[in-house]
């Protein structure tokens, strides 16, 4: 099945910097990633999300990339704000119906 | 955060007991998934179904069972055979119709063995 792998772990930044977390999937038919954020003690929320017919998205402050070629997908914050800290999670699927999550990367924003 | 719910919260089982988790919807969605959630291992997929009476295995389904009766209900049974059951459970759904890709996720169910 598909692997993906997620990095760094943890990532601190201050407050205003910019932020990159970064996935690998090794099935190249994975065709569509999303990016969950889940704040301490809540559910998983998607962020942004992206198909593999696209290179970029942006939303706001967030903006996702993708690299069919190298098989990675990386997720960007800008401006990162104390409201950011949070446990980040990728995902890769192939058809939609199973999702391959990365082992997550906690995010603290230093005021 | 309404449409789809988990019962209880906090759940504590003694070894040996098994012991269900449920998972309410009201979004209508077709398919609905169960992930375990541990600490630095981010969400592993138990089970999934797309359509009621009918469901799949995901990667760590040994020592777990679920039943789709109805559209709205996929609750989780974890068994005495489940050697490691700790851990923080997550439901989910999602809209097949219209390539949606959208999963929403319950706010959880942390499961402790005592």
């Known amino acids: 099945g598909e692997n993906v792998e997620q990095h760094p772990s943890t990532l601190s930044v201050q407050e205003g910097d910019s932020a990159v977390i970064k996935c690998t999937y090794s099935d190249s038919a994975s065709n569509y990633f999303p990016w969950y954020k889940q704040e301490l003690g809540k559910r998983p929320q998607l962020i942004i999300d992206?198909?593999?017919?696209?290179g970029e998205k942006k939303d706001q402050r967030i903006a996702v990339t993708l690299n069919k070629t190298a098989k990675h997908f990386s997720l960007h914050i800008t401006e990162t704000q104390p409201e950011d800290s949070a446990v980040y999670f990728c995902?890769?699927?192939?058809?939609?119906?199973?999702?391959?999550f990365g082992t997550g990367t906690s995010l603290t924003v230093i005021p | 955060d309404g449409g789809i719910t988990q019962s209880p919260k906090y759940l504590f089982r003694k070894e040996g007991q098994n012991v269900t988790l449920s998972c309410e919807q009201n979004?209508?969605?077709?398919?609905m998934y169960w992930y375990r959630q541990d600490p630095g291992q981010g969400l592993r997929l138990i089970y999934y179904?797309?359509?009621?009476?009918?469901?799949q295995k995901g990667d760590i389904a040994e020592g777990y069972s679920v039943s789709r009766e109805k559209k709205e209900s996929f609750p989780l049974t974890v068994t005495s055979a489940q050697k490691n059951p700790t851990a923080f459970y997550l439901c989910?759904?999602?809209?097949?119709?219209?390539?949606?890709?959208?999963?929403?996720f319950g706010p959880g169910t942390r499961l402790t063995v005592l």
């Open positions: 979004l209508n969605h077709d398919a």
């Open positions: 179904s797309q359509i009621v009476n009918d469901f």
């Open positions: 989910a759904s999602r809209e097949l119709a219209g390539g949606a890709r959208e999963q929403f």
């Open positions: 992206i198909r593999s017919n696209v």
């Open positions: 995902a890769a699927s192939i058809t939609g119906n199973q999702f391959y």
